[in-house]
């Protein structure tokens, strides 16, 4: 059994531990479903989903876990993690249960205390394993072959909304089970919004164009940003956009084991800010990524938690004006014994394309 979950059940003084967030099912037991639930004590692991997933959990479910299937899930899921009246206290993952869903369960099992985890249920899946950072690699390779395709064929006049869509397609051909998130294609002025989902704008000679990206492999997600020129770029462009590549190159230079995020942060930060854009560079530096997009740790002023080997982060500093663009550069960065390994394979110098 995982020795993180039994040292969650010891430190809380609980008799078992009931996991509801999917992603960390799926970490845990190895399924692949929309519903299941794990109780754990420090004997057992149950796995427990519904009469539609016999077939599926009897492939997927790691051995370390029995299945148990149920028709009425709150009155039986009450059930089993009352444990025969052995259970007094019980731990959950307050981010992964709905207000009712947790009432629901307290007003059927009236004699449990429901005990909040204190730490994030993220935190079980914050280092990697080989075969995971293998997976990772591969879904990065993915996108990136889907994104040189689709960069090869933009020019002036393209819609943004078919170039999320284009690159979507091959993603899929390349093998990805879909995206890790909707595509940000953000032209022009809307390249100054960090988040700009794909619109029907058409792009214009001399835009920027910021693509935000990525594909999810057998469950892991890649991340990625590029920002290029469509035809001719100015000077302005030129000059924001390698403050950002600076800011870029030297906080993934920083990454080694014993380097905490927020020092990561910082030195993205601080260089933007002494070019002046400080108050243009509006979110933090980066996050982890997994199973979900946005994973611990997170790469953040405020972070004092240390780098550790396997974890894999992002480092995606931007500079983004109003009225004029924005500049974002994204990869993910595992972190190793001795440093660190890029795992996105897309070159990030400046571009001009179409």
Wanted: aromatic share 6%; with cysteine; charged share 30%.
């Amino acid at each position: 059994m995982n020795s993180l979950i039994q040292k969650y059940i010891k430190d809380h003084k609980v008799d078992g531990f009931l996991i509801t967030d999917k992603a960390n099912v799926r970490y845990l037991t190895g399924f692949t479903g929309s519903n299941g639930q794990i109780f754990i004590t420090d004997k057992k692991g149950e796995f427990l989903t519904d009469g539609r997933y016999i077939t599926q959990a009897s492939e997927e479910v790691s051995k370390d876990f029995s299945c148990r299937f149920y028709r009425k899930m709150y009155k039986e899921i009450a059930e089993i993690v009352s444990n025969k009246g052995k259970t007094k206290r019980l731990l959950f993952e307050p981010g992964a249960l709905t207000v009712k869903g947790l009432n629901q369960y307290k007003e059927l099992t009236k004699g449990i205390t429901w005990v909040p985890l204190k730490e994030e249920g993220a935190a079980l899946r914050i280092k990697k394993n080989r075969n995971e950072i293998n997976i990772l690699k591969k879904a990065a390779k993915i996108a990136h072959t889907a994104l040189e395709k689709v960069l090869s064929e933009i020019k002036p006049g393209d819609v943004e909304k078919d170039i999320a869509l284009a690159l979507e397609i091959g993603m899929r051909k390349g093998g990805a089970d879909g995206v890790s998130f909707e595509p940000i294609v953000a032209s022009g002025t809307r390249s100054a919004l960090p988040h700009g989902r794909a619109s029907d704008k058409k792009i214009k000679s001399g835009e920027l164009l910021t693509i935000d990206y990525g594909s999810v492999y057998k469950g892991y997600c890649s991340d990625e940003t590029v920002t290029v020129v469509v035809g001719k770029a100015d000077k302005k462009q030129k000059q924001i956009y390698a403050i950002v590549k600076d800011a870029h190159d030297m906080a993934v230079d920083a990454i080694k084991p014993g380097v905490t995020c927020g020092q990561i942060d910082k030195i993205g930060r601080d260089h933007i800010s002494k070019k002046g854009y400080g108050k243009n560079f509006t979110h933090s530096t980066g996050h982890g990524v997994g199973l979900e997009v946005h994973e611990l740790p997170t790469i953040a002023s405020e972070n004092k938690q240390k780098l550790e080997p396997g974890m894999v982060i992002t480092v995606e500093p931007g500079i983004y004006l109003p009225g004029w663009g924005g500049v974002r550069i994204e990869d993910m960065i595992l972190v190793t014994d001795s440093g660190h390994e890029v795992l996105t394979p897309t070159d990030k110098a400046f571009r001009s394309i179409g």
